[in-house]
């Protein structure tokens, strides 16, 4: 069965870096589209980032674009989300998410439990 | 930018139905998902392209999407219901994915 298992998240503070890891099982995970979704507490979702199944086709939130990177490592079945120069506002339980189908610019199937990013002095 | 208008909440007695709004300028154009989330949990897909389930979704829940406005409809709702429920689009325009403002059902 599909699971995402993310990892890497913790307490940081303004200004810092922080490297977000999602382990993928269960599927072919180059062949399918990838997501982080985040939601601050007692917020919305908002998403992040956007990844095609090769790596080659990258999106970004205005929010996060030029300090957050997405990549991912087909070999391991992991998804990656760098972030830097990290804000208050980037507080929140960051979700990755796979696409349903793999033509991409889908739905997201299927997330992982979410890891907590806590940025604070 | 590309803005998706939920209600903040809707309320309905079990075994009614209830109805949930997406607004968004000619949303009718985009295929529209949506997604439950229980409180402490990762949201679930449970409408995508419109008015698809996914499997294992039941299927008291239905979608709709036309002009201004995408439509989850739940019939026959159950306490179990009771979540936060998002649209979701993507916007070819900007390039980026849009999530409503969600909305919580309360089942009475």
């Known amino acids: 069965q599909v699971q995402l298992v993310e990892s890497g998240g913790g307490l940081v503070k303004p200004g810092g870096s922080l490297r977000l890891s999602c382990a993928a099982s269960g599927f072919t995970f180059s062949d399918y589209y990838m997501s982080w979704i985040r939601q601050a507490p007692g917020k919305g979702l908002e998403w992040v980032s956007y990844i095609s199944s090769s790596g080659s086709t990258i999106y970004y939130a205005d929010s996060v674009k030029g300090r957050f990177t997405i990549s991912r490592d087909n070999a391991k079945n992991s998804l990656y989300l760098q972030m830097n120069s990290l804000r208050a506002e980037d507080t929140a339980v960051y979700y990755c998410?796979?696409?349903?189908?793999?033509?991409?610019?889908?739905?997201?199937?299927?997330w992982g439990q979410g890891t907590l990013v806590t940025v604070s002095s | 930018s590309y803005v998706l208008t939920q209600p903040p909440s809707v309320s309905v007695a079990p075994g009614q139905t209830a109805r949930i709004t997406c607004g968004g300028n000619n949303i009718g154009s985009k295929s529209v998902h949506w997604y439950q989330q229980k409180p402490g949990q990762a949201p679930v897909l449970v409408v995508y392209?419109?008015?698809d389930r996914p499997s294992g979704i039941p299927e008291r829940f239905s979608g709709s999407n036309s002009g201004n406005t995408a439509t989850l409809t739940i019939s026959r709702v159950e306490a179990g219901d009771e979540a936060d429920y998002y649209c979701q689009v993507w916007d070819s325009s900007s390039d980026h994915y849009v999530f409503g403002t969600g909305t919580k059902v309360t089942v009475l």
């Open positions: 998410a796979r696409d349903r189908g793999s033509s991409g610019w889908g739905a997201c199937g299927y």
């Open positions: 392209d419109d008015s």
